[in-house]
């Protein structure tokens, strides 16, 4: 059974800290790892990672996969509150379609 | 731009109704998915489509089923619901190929009481 872990599962920071959300993975036949970002309704992508050490970047978020090691962070620098969401990791397997595995969600609150 | 609605943001049932969730995409994905959302659980896949009449079982499938009679259309349906099903449902849809991404609903807070 494929299975995807987050952590911190909450974290409460000031604006201007730089976080770190990790997100570690079990899954047969690996294909790509998704984060998305949930404020008060739906999710909304963020990156696909397929390859190890391949940084993916938007603005103040960045991401990188370890394939070896089996998991990804997500690194938000110079925290907004409107950073303040929830932060979910989802892994793909090869020759699924686009289902998805998620993990439990890492819910960050961005204090002014 | 990608929409994906649902029927109701809010709804309350009482135990042992019949429940029918809906959801609409206009973006002629041919996937589509159910999940639900519960505090420390992340989302679980309920049943997914990958086509029109067609229906597979995701990792959460007992006390729901699902109807797919048009592409941009996926129900979810709790035959008698019950308080565990409590929960809110968010609904997402994507297109078969090399795009994954998933494009969610905003999600219908079902409450059972």
């Known amino acids: 059974e494929d299975k995807v872990v987050q952590s911190p599962l909450s974290l409460v920071v000031h604006e201007g800290d730089t976080v770190t959300l990790n997100c570690s993975y079990e899954?047969?036949?690996?294909?790509?790892l998704l984060w998305y970002k949930q404020e008060k309704k739906a999710p909304t992508f963020l990156f696909m990672l397929?390859?190890?050490?391949i940084e993916k970047k938007s603005g103040r978020l960045s991401s990188i996969l370890d394939k070896k090691e089996l998991f990804s962070i997500l690194n938000i620098t110079a925290t907004q509150t409107g950073d303040s969401a929830i932060y979910l990791c989802?892994?793909?397997?090869?020759?699924?379609?686009?289902?998805?595995?998620f993990g439990e969600g890492t819910q960050l609150t961005v204090n002014p | 731009d990608v929409k994906v609605t649902q029927s109701s943001r809010y709804l309350v049932k009482r135990t042992g109704e019949k429940v029918f969730l809906e959801c609409v995409q206009d973006?002629?994905?041919?996937?589509m998915f159910w999940y639900r959302q519960d505090p420390g659980l992340g989302l679980r896949l309920i049943y997914f489509?990958?086509?029109?009449?067609?229906?597979e079982k995701g990792d959460i499938p007992e006390g729901y089923s699902v109807s797919r009679e048009k592409k941009e259309r996926f129900s979810l349906i709790l035959e008698s619901a019950s308080t565990n099903q409590t929960s809110m449902y968010l609904c997402?849809?994507?297109?078969?190929?090399?795009?994954?991404?998933?494009?969610f609903g905003p999600g219908t807070r079902l409450t059972v009481t």
């Open positions: 899954v047969t036949n690996f294909r790509s």
């Open positions: 489509s990958y086509d029109v009449k067609m229906k």
């Open positions: 997402a849809s994507s297109l078969w190929g090399t795009s994954y991404e998933q494009y």
């Open positions: 989802a892994v793909r397997r090869v020759a699924s379609g686009s289902r998805l595995t």
């Open positions: 397929t390859s190890s050490g």
């Open positions: 973006m002629d994905h041919e996937n």
